[in-house]
Each structure stands twice: as C-alpha cells, then as structure tokens.
C-alpha cells in the first residue's frame, strides 16, 4: 500500500500486478523542537549581518515582503519575530508596511493574510499586496546588461530597511527559491516577472531545478533584490512533513547560501535510472488548483535529468477545487492550453510571439507533454484539466491503467510523495 498527499489528507493505492514501486524521499532529519527560540537564536547571531535591532533606528520606514498562501513558509512565527526586534530598535507600528509578494498570483484574502502572519497582526499594521500591474505602485529599478527589466513594489523600494522572509526549497526557474526571490519576484511587477518567465530565460540549460551556480534567473533576481535595498532575511528548510529543520537570518546572499546548502542536503536523492511512471504528490496548499499542481509534473521532468523516460507517464493526485486558479496568471495558463493544438505548435507559436506572465507555466508544460502524458488524478474540475490538455482520471487505478494500456503492464514505477520537495537525480539515463 503507498499513499501520498491528497489536500490536507492522503490517498491510499496498490500498484497492479507487474508494476514495480520505489518510493523516493527527502532524506530524515530531526526537525527544530523549539522553532520560535531558534527564529530568535537566529536573529541573535545573523549571518554576515549586523543584528535586526542595530541596523533599524527609530523613525525608520521599514518594509516586510513576505509569502503568498502557496508558499509554506511559516511566515506566521517569522514576521512576529522580526516585529518584535524592530520595535526594540525603536520603529514605530505606524512605519512599518507588510507586503504580501504574490508576484502575479491573486490577491491575497483578509482571511489568508490572516492565517499567514496572525489575525493580531493584521490588526496592528498595514498589511498590502503586491500590484504588478499597477504602474504607480512600482519603482523601475533600471535593466540588467542582458536587457532584463527590473521593477520592485514602492513601498519595498521607498522603505529605510527592507527585509524578507521565505523558505529554501527547489525551484523550477530559480534553483532554489528564498532569500532574494521572496521580493524579486513576489514584490515585482508585470514586465519583470514576464521577461524572467520568457522563453529565452526558461530555454536556457543553466535555468534548471536545483542549480543556481550559472543559472540566468538566479542571477537576474540576485541584481533586482540588490537594486530594490534587500538588506536582511529571515529564512527556513523544511522537512517533507512541513516541520522546520533549519532558520537562517542576515545578509541575503551570505544567509541564503547556507540554507541552499542544507537544502541540497536534505532533499536532492539519487535514483538508479529513469522509470516507466512517476507518482508526485502535491498536497494543500499547492494541489488548490492546477497551476501550483502541475508544478509536480515540471518539477520531475526538470530534474538534472528527467526521471521518466520519453513516453512515460507522469501522475499527479490533486483536488484542483480552484480549477486553475483565479489570478491573471492562472487564467493565462488556462487559455493558452485550451487554445492549443498540439504541444508542438503550441512551443513553437510561444517562442515566435513570447508570452505575458502566468503563461510560461503553459511553456513549461507544453515543454513536460511534448514528452510525457500527464494525469491528474481526484481533480475536483476534470473539465479544467481536459482544456489544460491533461488526462482527467477519477482513481490511481484508472490512471495506472491508462499507463499500463499505453506501455504494458510490467513498469518500473516512482512513487515522490513530495514532489515539490524531494529532487530525484537520476544517476544513468
């Protein structure tokens, strides 16, 4: 019996007879039993950094960017902490402005700003969204030598201190996500984040899952934070239970290179060869909708080297209740999936015209379905998946059959529960 995350709960199944199952992990580490004493333990003793209380000074404007409800970064123990540490600095309630860096996902609600920082919180201060496509709400930041536009929220901009939380984790375009991206992109507006998400930027071999050391996109959100001020994070690693195993506060670079450092630790796994299926699971809050779900397909083909075989099957359980998900970005994706005709023409038309933000994620996976078939499994909105010219399947065993009438009964099959996590690098192919 094996299971992976379904929503905030599992999904049980059985491989049929003739399948082979290997389940695939992050490695076990013991996670911090007493979080907040680390946050602060953290905070104390910054990596390459002056403490939090010594950089601010009274009547300073400070700006917190902080994640979005699809990040699990625990952003309600970490923005208390660092509050705390500037009002002992001497800054003022009425100075400070948390801004929520949603990038171009929606706005976020008054309930999820709630569940991310604390209902007190947000009583006590201003609490803000990111507007990417609001030109008076952004700072152009200039261009990079390759022609990167670089724009960053006024407020994180205009502030006397700017800091950032996030989590350390692989990421698609990135490597790893955290320290500087949180406001790079979360905090950025229209014209850079669809210029970092292009074709050319996702086209190139350094953009990779996990890599960093010559990836464009690293580079470019490295430059933007630097432009906009980012002068301090407070960072974590979590394990595949969601627990935190590591916090890192300071300098940004200096501070998020230690955490990539305990990340590539924890979650990079190897695994003999390439397989016939592979099984990812998303789990809340990412399987909300498609957009975020799909990233477990894209995260497994994008491994240093794919871990399904050209004509394998990638599957992945999510409850997609939002059906592709309700920002502009989202909405993107959907379209430029059901407009498509095939994966093919679909790549070659994005390339030839480039695309608005939100719809690389229909690049990425025209890109994955070129290749390999990819099912949705328990979709709450299998018509959403049919546009998005995925394969709708109400069971494991109705999608494990589908692999097994396309390839034959006797497949080697992966099982990554966590698929956002856990990075499989494949020794052989």
């Known amino acids: 019996m094996y299971k992976v995350p379904y929503g905030k709960g599992e999904l049980t199944f059985d491989l049929p007879p003739g399948m082979r199952g290997t389940v695939v992990e992050s490695k076990k580490v013991e996670p911090i039993a007493d979080v907040p004493a680390a946050i602060a333990a953290a905070l104390a003793q910054p990596v390459n950094s002056p403490p939090l209380r010594e950089l601010a000074r009274p009547g300073d404007t400070v700006c917190i960017v902080f994640t979005d409800i699809t990040r699990t970064s625990p952003d309600h123990l970490l923005v208390p ?4 540490e500037l009002a002992a600095a001497g800054v003022r309630d009425e100075d400070i402005t948390l801004l ?7 706005p976020s609600t008054p309930q999820e700003k709630a569940s ?26 200039g261009t990079t030598e390759s022609g990167i536009p670089l724009s960053v929220h006024r407020a994180a901009y205009e502030a006397d201190l700017l800091i ?3 989590i350390v984790e692989p990421h698609q375009y990135a490597g790893y996500s955290g320290g500087r991206k949180t406001v790079a992109v979360g905090a950025a507006g229209e014209a850079m984040i669809a210029y970092t998400h292009g074709p050319q930027m996702v086209d190139h071999p350094g953009t990779r899952l996990g890599r960093i050391e010559g990836n464009p996109f690293h580079e ?24 935190v195993v590591a916090v890192r506060a300071g300098e940004p670079e200096a501070a998020f290179l230690e955490l990539v450092s305990l990340a590539r630790e924890l979650y990079e796994v190897t695994v003999p060869r390439q397989v016939d299926v592979a099984i990812g699971g998303v789990g809340f809050p990412k399987d909300a909708n498609l957009y975020q779900a799909c990233r477990a397909a894209s995260y497994l083909f994008f491994a240093p080297t794919p871990v399904v075989r050209p004509g394998g099957f990638l599957i992945i359980p999510a409850r997609c209740q939002e059906g592709a998900g309700e920002g502009a970005g989202e909405q993107r994706f959907l379209e430029k999936m059901r407009e498509a005709r095939d994966m093919p023409s679909l790549l070659a038309e994005l390339r030839r015209t480039g695309y608005p933000p939100g719809a690389q994620r229909a690049f990425i996976m025209a890109k994955v379905m070129e290749v390999n078939p990819v099912v949705i499994v328990g979709a709450e909105t299998p018509d959403v998946v049919r546009a998005a010219k995925m394969i709708p399947a109400a069971t494991m065993e109705e999608a494990l059959g589908l692999a097994a009438e396309a390839l034959g009964p006797e497949l080697d099959v992966l099982i990554v529960p966590h698929a956002l996590l856990t990075l499989p690098v494949v020794q052989s192919a």
């Not at 902490?81 to 705390?84: G, M, S, V």
């Not at 960072?235 to 595949?240: A, M, S």
């Open 81 to 84: 902490a660092l509050l705390r």
């Open 100 to 106: 929520c860096g949603i990038g171009m996902h929606r």
């Open 116 to 141: 991310k920082l604390g209902a007190e919180v947000v009583a006590r201060y201003r609490v803000i969204d990111n507007e990417p496509q609001n030109p008076d709400a952004l700072v152009d930041l």
């Open 164 to 166: 950032a939380t996030g």
């Open 220 to 243: 470019a959100i490295t430059e933007a934070a630097r432009r906009a001020g980012l002068r301090f994070i407070l960072n974590v690693v979590l394990d595949d239970e969601k627990r």
